[in-house]
């Protein structure tokens, strides 16, 4: 059995290491879906960190409900719900209103926020968003599809309307033109 | 021979998205021509990955107090031990979380409750010293107080650790006695001074070391209820300890009542270990709070005396009016027991009909289905955009995702249009151990939503020509419309008092109702919901019965008799007419094809049935799919629809094959769904106790 799925196994019968050891194999790539798939208008407001935190705090309780199909359906899963949190943010910030109490029962380890980390965060997936735009040609979007959203090659190629060996390439030249933006962020040529 | 770098970047993708470890330094050296890419490929996927960190630590100061320690995080923020610069003492500072601090209403609010919350003086409360803001972080001020709350109390009581408190038994619920009249002595003090806790639970009783128990966190609750419960109907914070009223969130402003019965939950926890309604989450618990009763204390354990059950039944009733009226009214009926005196809480008297093992069943002599005269109210979609009667709207593509997903401008209202739900009261029936009485509102739903909707129906009734009454509030039906779920029974109970109780009294009556049915979705903070009205009559004749009857799709005049001789194939076909099924998505990678598959439109779905899904050519089975609500025997279900996910073999066969082409290209396919379902129906009349089993096939066009 792939180490994975005994671990899955083991979170479902109530194992909480094995459920950490997992979400912490995907929790990074979640939290830049998550930059990645956050508005604009929800930067400023809402850090990704809460939604990957509520993420995290759902798919814990929601675990029974999870149907494993395929070696990556768990991240696909974590990806639905976390884009789900992303829409529930934000009609919370159109409302006007976004008070959702951090669950404190201890489920998932917490992740505060104290109030000088909050810029930086913000920073953060301004940048990685600005990266992914600047990427050119459809790069960012295989780059977002096949890596951050966790779907699979074929899905990719068809999303992408190319053929799989293109979506690898993409994906390739892609990452390597982020490792060049993230290093040496361009100079903030807007006014203001 | 080399691989191309992509392939290599890609399968350790596949990887990662697998959830498997990934050996770096074993990819470098099995592939040293890519050792330069290979390690930039990993350095940039840290860079995008770089994992939440702890919390950056709070300022050490803020104002004039010098943090400490943390030394708790509970729902409304995190509290330090620190020490206040000019008194020299120490204190507890809160902070509030970070997503509270956003709403300048809110931080308005806080600072307002906070404040009056400061005027309080009491031995058991807490007091509020001050409340400060810096650099956009509120905290507030408060004395440290040297004890346990209640809530590590029971932690202790669970496990079985010594607490230094009685042990279980008589001493122990008579300090739990003296330690919530004293705890109701404060509430009663701060009522008369018109301020609210609003957040009474266990963990903000806090028990010094002589034993006083401190209510804290006093007025800081602010709306809880509109955020402990999210869309995805998680619970989080403690719903259990909130009043219906509360979590509800009903129009009247709360008043005291709202505290008493969150200081009666924690009673009746520390009484029993356990919480009044088992649910784990908050729909659960709406639902529980609608269609179910307190378990009563005397059933978890047996040595509680009757009179402590009496008074602790009556601080827990659902509606406020049915309360103690005040805080000292509480504490005076529990230290009466105490002091074994009678209580002012008088049982309530309930009619012979409903009580003990006679239950009533209902029996339409003629069933009205009433279907919508329209949509009322529901921006954007005026009456006459509605098809009427027949048909089901169907919103175009883009339309129908922005609803299932929420995202819909007007949510609510073009759901209701969508799935058009008929409110029949069809069935009535009590049962023996919940008088129950079943309402059917069905929402056929075809479609996985991605959003949540809560639906409430307020009915009123006029039994016999008379007036319209409104059932009571805790008889309002309320559920959730959600991912797969089709067909909704919105049970609401009976009692002996009410229109429904005083109509099974008289064995048979015409009703008339009318209903609204109210929609919303879910999480939405200020709710814009759609609603609709319905209203008819029916005729009902009520029957003792044991267990529960199955309801047929269409009642015959002689529904008993029918059930005695009734074809079981026939009854199966009428409730297992499959209303569509919908390709909700293909994936062709995982060569698997998501349905969404409904039956319906309102029959009653059996206890148990199995799904298969074969394909007609080669009698290939796509999969199955099983569904078994044992809770609903007898209610009469009404139609279900559900997700399923059918997976194509390794190898498709021809059939297959030609099956993912019709859909990826549109095209309706054809399967053939194979039922089998059974029902066991037991009624307290001769030859009533049968098992009902049947099969049932049919052909159901699968539509892209």
Redesign the interface.
Known sequence: M???SY??QRSRDGDRSALDT?I??????L??FLRAAMPAGLRG???A??L???TL??AA??LDSF?G????????WLVGIAR?KV??AQ??VR??????????RGEVA?????????AARQE?SVV?NEALDRLPGRQGDAVRR??LE?R????TA?LLACSE?A???L??RG??E??RA?DDPPPPDRAG | MTQ????I??SI??R??????VDRQAALAAHPEHAQ?LT??F???D?????????????SRLGEFVIVREIG???MG?VYEAEQASLKRRVALKIL????R??PQ?LARFRREAEAAGRLRHPGIVPVFSVGEQ???PFFAMELVDGRSLDEVLGARRTGEEDGLPAPGEAWRRWTLETIARVADALGYAHGRGILHRDVKPSNILIEADGTPRLTDFGLA???A???L???G?V??SPHYMSPEQLFRREAPLDERTDIYSLAVTLYELLTLRLPYEATTGAELLGALSNERVVPPRQVDPQIPAQLEMVLLRALRKDPRERYASAAAFAQDLRAVLEDRPPAARPRRRRAVLAGAAAVVVVLAAAAVLRWPGLLRGDGFGAASLPGLSGAWTPPDAELERIA???HPDAAGAMLRWIQPEIQLRHVLARSDSGRYACVVTFPLTRTL??RYAVRVDWEVAVNGGEFRPLLEDQVSFAELSGGQGGLTLPVSVRPKDVLGEAMAAGHATLRHRATVRLW?W????PREASAAAAGAIACQWTSAEEGVLLYDDYPADYPEAVRTADVDAAMRRSLTPRSMRVAGI????R?IQLALGFGPAGPVPAACEVDVILPGSGHKLGSFEHARPEQVGNGGSGLSTGL?L?LSEQPSEDEQRLLLDLEAGRTATVRLEFRASRRVALDQPGFDRYWGGTHQAEVQLEP
């Open positions: 792939a180490e994975s671990l899955l997992l912490a194999r995907h929790q990074g790539r939290l830049a407001r809402v850090l960190e809460d990957l935190q509520e705090l759902v309780r929601r149907e199909r395929g070696p990556a359906s768990f991240y696909r789900f829409a529930e009609r919370g409302a006007g209103k976004r008070a959702c109490e951090t669950p404190l917490m992740v505060q926020t104290s109030v000088s980390g909050r953060r990685l096949r890596y966790g699979s090659l074929a899905e068809r060996p979506v690898k390439a994906v390739s990452l390597a982020l490792a993230l | 191309p770098l992509e392939e970047q890609d993708l596949e990662l998205h697998a959830g498997e470890p890419a930039r490929f350095s940039v996927l860079v995008i990955e770089t994992a939440p960190q702890p919390e950056a630590p709070v300022p995080r509970g729902g995190v979380p970070s997503r509270m956003g709403d809110l650099a956009g972080t602010l709306d809880l509109a955020s402990a999210t869309m995805s998680e989080f914070g997903r929420g995202l991605e959003s979705p999480d939405d903070e200020a994936s062709t990678h995982g698997s996910t997976a």
